[in-house]
């Protein structure tokens, strides 16, 4: 199993441009969550997906937020514009059930 | 929302040592899970307890939930240089579901040799 895949690993973009982040869950998980790391805040959730729908997203920071999941095997998170504030780890992760598994994370810098 | 206390913050020992490490919560969990996360990479399922006193181990790592569902330790037995890394307890309350899992702040392991 190749587990949870995202892409890209690095991403380094200027202040007011377009960030997409993309995620493929793990094959058969009905759950799909996005993180966010800082050392000041620590492992953030952002939004989570139960098969391809919204459920939670009162942890997006803003409308410069947003997630989408149009198939059981693929999801974004799009930040625009983005801004220095944003540079953080991003994860995604998926479960079946409690056990979560994350993906290598996704280190946006924001300059 | 809910609020997971994890201790210590930092913990600096002599390789072969052994750790201990736990998370105390305010409320109930029904579910306990413990993540290392190595450096660059994303958090990994060590171990998952399900029934209060269930006492788990999976190699040198031994986890217990707590007979009051409001906490969970951690041990590494001998530890080695590869245990290195960032551990994390998460906490999954009644009625939260697959998406209620509340994240301590980690606990930072650092080997000297």
């Known amino acids: 199993d190749a587990g949870v895949i995202q892409s890209p690993r690095h991403e380094v973009t200027e202040m007011g441009q377009e960030v997409t982040l993309r995620c493929k869950p793990i094959?058969?998980?009905?759950?799909l969550f996005w993180y966010r790391q800082t050392m000041m805040r620590g492992l953030e959730l952002l939004i989570y997906f139960n098969n391809n729908v919204p459920i939670d997203d009162s942890g997006m920071p803003e409308d410069r937020f947003s997630a989408k999941m149009p198939n059981a095997s693929f999801s974004t998170l799009k930040i625009q514009p983005s801004e220095p504030r944003d540079s953080a780890v991003y994860f995604c992760?998926?479960?079946?059930?409690?056990?979560?598994?994350f993906g290598p994370g996704t280190r946006l810098t924001v300059t | 929302g809910q609020q997971l206390n994890q201790s210590p913050q930092s913990m600096f020992i002599q390789e072969g040592e052994d750790v201990s490490m736990n998370c105390t919560s305010s409320s109930i969990f029904n579910t306990w899970l413990w993540y290392k996360q190595d450096p660059g990479e994303g958090p990994v399922l060590l171990i998952a307890l399900y029934k209060a006193g269930e006492l788990t181990s999976n190699g040198r790592l031994t986890a217990q939930f707590g007979i009051t569902r409001k906490d969970s330790f951690l041990n590494i037995s001998a530890s080695i240089p590869s245990d290195v890394g960032i551990y994390f307890c998460?906490?999954?309350?009644?009625?939260?579901?697959?998406?209620?899992?509340?994240f301590g702040k980690g606990t930072h392991l650092i080997i000297q040799p």
């Open positions: 998460a906490g999954q309350y009644p009625g939260g579901g697959a998406d209620g899992l509340t």
């Open positions: 094959s058969g998980h009905d759950y």
């Open positions: 992760a998926s479960s079946w059930g409690h056990e979560q598994y």
